[in-house]
């Protein structure tokens, strides 16, 4: 087997009116957080540059990328089995290019090239920007690429981009995490922080406004880090206040947040903004000040706490969400009580809920406390529970209320009705019953609450006042 392993960080720019490969199709399976999907997008512009088109039929891909992730166990285990299932489709066309990139690439690099023999290309994070290259690479040689570098020196150039929609957008504003949490493999996978320059990212929000995109959504491992490792001088709050000032976007959202560098500042941008959603997503991942510090989050719960009621003074009717992790290692039943009290105490609209899972190559794998499955399971259906009723309380608060919803699209599960997401992020769901479209923001008059949806009808009042 020869292997060509890349690591010149010039990039190759394919011919764009090139059609040497103008019958030939891609596809794109993407598993993993929104830095991913929007990793996946860049690399379908790099696809769509070379001349390949995209389908959504894996039988008639002439190239297969599989952008991965390696944050949980169950995601790897699922990951490997899909890679596996390729295997017969090289054997029906030894001319596929089959590609494995993102954060298990990062991780396993040449030892996926020597378990799945039927892999060509696998790619690392740093490396995006590369796909192009080394697609011609192997069509030329046919020999097999690893290109994964251990960090980026630098912020990798622009590549073209395929947004998989017309009204929200990902939009990058910086890589890495510098947090180092002792859970997590981020850090590893995807290498130190790195912001883009302000003038990029605005420029970016503002061809996004004049292609009709309605929504954008700013990305980072930890947006609150923006501008620190940069001399520009600007940090998350200035970028905030220049994104809201866009006339062409109407909404502006942001993730993740970590709690620690949550500031004033930003709050009070948010506070004054016209067009950035109350909606912060806050990671507490436990209750116990033990587990936090274990954890290597930086803060407390009395510090949480702070923050929230900062938020809620200042923003009313602000949403509040989170993550929770269940069963890190060292957790007793006194300490998942303290999680489950606050999670009462606090009150999110949504928690995002995980088994603690072991990351080689993280500290946390190697703490001889590990706890059961069995007990992990059980402490995650207890704790799902009872956010589930939180959830529900806070949701039944809006009905007879109305809403702004920006229109995303039709429901999943029944055409004759429309969804969209308020400004706190709250999905809603209503039969058409007018000149609404996809894309406009409209008023809904909540009428029923779920768990995780509202239900509710059109106004034709754009200015009916809130029961």
């Not at 490396?127 to 020196?153: F, G």
Request: with cysteine.
């Amino acid at each position: 087997m020869i292997v060509r392993e890349v690591n010149t960080h010039i990039s190759i720019e394919p011919d764009r009116d090139s059609n040497k490969f103008g019958d030939q199709y891609y596809i794109v399976l993407t598993y993993g957080c929104q830095m991913n999907e929007n990793d996946s997008e860049r690399f379908a512009g790099q696809l769509k540059r070379l001349g390949y088109h995209s389908t959504t039929e894996l039988e008639k891909a002439d190239l297969i990328v599989i952008n991965t992730c390696c944050v949980r166990e169950s995601a790897e285990k699922k990951i490997h089995g899909k890679i596996g299932e390729l295997k017969r489709y090289k054997a029906l066309n030894p001319n596929i290019i089959i590609v494995i990139a993102g954060c298990m690439a990062q991780k396993e690099r040449e030892k996926l090239l020597k378990k799945f023999s039927h892999l060509d290309i696998v790619i690392g994070t740093h490396n995006i920007h590369q796909l192009a290259e080394l697609v011609q690479t192997v069509e030329a040689k046919r020999e097999k690429v690893l290109a994964v570098w251990d960090q980026a020196e630098r912020l990798a150039p622009d590549v073209p981009t395929v947004r998989k929609g017309q009204i929200s957008a990902w939009v990058p504003i910086m890589y890495g995490c510098n947090n180092f949490c002792t859970y997590c493999i981020v850090p590893y996978v995807r290498g130190r922080e790195r912001s883009r320059p302000l003038a990029d990212i605005i420029s970016e929000i503002e061809q996004l406004g004049k292609e009709g995109f309605k929504e954008i959504t700013l990305l980072g491992q930890n947006v609150n880090s923006y501008g620190k490792d940069s001399e520009e001088g600007a940090d998350f709050a200035d970028l905030l206040k220049e994104s809201d000032s866009i006339q062409s976007i109407a909404r502006i959202r942001y993730m993740t947040s970590h709690p620690r560098d949550m500031n004033d500042k930003v709050i009070k941008v948010i506070q004054d903004s016209r067009k950035i959603c109350e909606h912060f997503h806050l990671p507490i991942q436990a209750g116990s000040d033990k587990i936090l510090d274990r954890m290597n989050r930086g803060y407390t719960t009395e510090y949480y706490c702070q923050l929230v009621k900062k938020i809620r003074d200042l923003i009313p009717g602000s949403s509040i969400t989170t993550d929770i992790i269940v069963g890190f290692p060292g957790e007793t039943d006194e300490m998942f009580q303290e999680t489950l009290e606050f999670v009462k105490l606090i009150g999110f609209d949504a928690a995002y809920t995980f088994l603690y899972s072991q990351r080689s190559g993280t500290p946390a794998a190697q703490y001889e406390d590990q706890i059961p499955l069995a007990v992990k399971k059980a402490r995650l259906k207890q704790l799902m529970d009872m956010q589930n009723q939180v959830s529900l309380t806070i949701n039944k608060q809006l009905i007879h209320r109305t809403v702004e919803v920006l229109v995303e699209g039709f429901s999943k599960t029944d055409e004759s009705k429309l969804m969209g997401r308020t400004r706190t992020n709250k999905i809603v769901i209503w039969e058409k019953g007018g000149p609404e479209k996809i894309g406009q923001l409209v008023n809904i008059n909540v009428t029923s609450a779920q768990t995780w949806l509202l239900k509710g009808r059109l106004t034709f009042n754009d200015r009916e006042e809130e029961n």
